[in-house]
């Protein structure tokens, strides 16, 4: 992909994803999490897994899957810790999801990244890649605390909220990320996760041809090769009526 600012889009692809996120529904009011002691863990288990993904064709390194990998369909999940849209997902619609749809069976959601909006996005990108590779192994839902908690400390666009230093030590108060070794991850291996973080969006819009904007949703059925584009933080019910008719097909 072309280099601009970010290292990730064209400028003029940037400037329109920066269009979209900003276009997609209306921002929503939070509560921050104290501690990350106040962050739940999602209703169903995160697992490292390889291969790639039936229909679609996509690689499930470096990328954290929750729920059964085997499960009816496949919901590739693009966000950036930085968009509050991408915060109404995670905190309104994704529960939903999670508590019915991952749980029965019907959908796994795998997630990637994908940093619009500037150089702190990517930074977070980096550091979530890392809090992964080090608890993949032996705490693979460590990774699910330390993502939910960051969007609980979302605030302004690349604000001090979201700093190296200030991730790192997000990732340091969540229990079960080791975090000196997320510390060494993103010192030495920058050059790795940055490209990680930088595959991910190549897949969104290099691969899918996806318009920029955040988040973005690939539904897929693997059994049918079948899929459905969803953009912004729509409420479950759209993303319900996709998988209906993906299995309807």
Same mark, same amino acid.
């Not at 997320?182 to 996806?210: G, H, I, K, W, Y």
């Given at each position: 992909?072309?280099?601009?600012?970010? &290292?990730?889009?064209?400028?003029?692809?940037?400037?329109?994803?920066?269009?979209?996120?900003?276009?997609?529904?209306?921002?929503?009011?939070? *509560? $921050?999490?104290?501690?990350?002691?106040?962050?739940?863990?999602?209703?169903?288990?995160?697992?490292?897994?390889?291969?790639?993904?039936?229909?679609?064709?996509?690689?499930?390194?470096?990328?954290?899957?929750?729920?059964?990998?085997?499960?009816?369909?496949?919901?590739?999940?693009?966000?950036?810790?930085?968009?509050?849209?991408?915060?109404?997902?995670?905190?309104?619609?994704?529960?939903?999801?999670?508590?019915?749809?991952?749980?029965?069976?019907?959908?796994?959601?795998?997630?990637?990244?994908?940093?619009? *909006?500037?150089?702190?996005?990517?930074?977070? &990108?980096?550091?979530?890649?890392?809090?992964?590779?080090?608890?993949?192994?032996?705490?693979?839902?460590?990774?699910?605390?330390?993502?939910?908690?960051?969007?609980?400390?979302?605030?302004?666009?690349?604000?001090?909220?979201?700093?190296?230093?200030?991730?790192?030590?997000?990732?340091?108060?969540?229990?079960?990320?080791?975090?000196?070794?997320?510390?060494?991850?993103?010192?030495?291996?920058?050059?790795?996760?940055?490209?990680?973080?930088?595959?991910?969006?190549?897949?969104?819009?290099?691969?899918?041809?996806?318009?920029?904007?955040?988040?973005?949703?690939?539904?897929?059925?693997?059994? $049918?090769?079948?899929?459905?584009?969803?953009?912004?933080?729509?409420?479950?019910?759209?993303?319900?009526?996709?998988?209906?008719? *993906?299995?309807?097909?």
């Amino acid at each position: 992909m072309a280099d601009d600012t970010s &290292g990730l889009l064209t400028r003029r692809r940037a400037l329109a994803g920066l269009g979209g996120v900003l276009g997609l529904g209306a921002a929503g009011l939070y *509560l $921050t999490a104290d501690t990350a002691a106040d962050v739940d863990d999602y209703a169903a288990d995160l697992s490292p897994q390889s291969g790639r993904s039936g229909g679609l064709g996509i690689d499930y390194a470096d990328r954290p899957v929750l729920g059964d990998a085997d499960a009816d369909l496949r919901l590739f999940a693009w966000s950036d810790y930085q968009c509050p849209y991408c915060r109404r997902f995670e905190e309104e619609t994704l529960p939903a999801l999670v508590e019915r749809d991952v749980l029965d069976g019907t959908i796994a959601v795998v997630f990637l990244e994908l940093p619009l *909006l500037g150089d702190r996005s990517l930074t977070a &990108g980096v550091v979530s890649k890392a809090v992964w590779r080090a608890v993949r192994d032996d705490d693979p839902n460590a990774w699910g605390r330390f993502h939910r908690f960051v969007f609980s400390k979302q605030g302004p666009e690349n604000g001090e909220w979201a700093t190296e230093s200030n991730l790192l030590s997000y990732a340091a108060a969540v229990d079960g990320v080791p975090s000196e070794t997320v510390r060494r991850l993103v010192a030495d291996d920058r050059d790795a996760l940055t490209a990680s973080v930088r595959a991910d969006a190549s897949v969104a819009f290099d691969d899918l041809e996806l318009e920029p904007g955040a988040p973005l949703f690939a539904l897929s059925n693997p059994s $049918t090769g079948d899929w459905r584009e969803i953009r912004g933080a729509q409420p479950v019910q759209t993303f319900r009526d996709a998988m209906t008719a *993906l299995r309807e097909k």
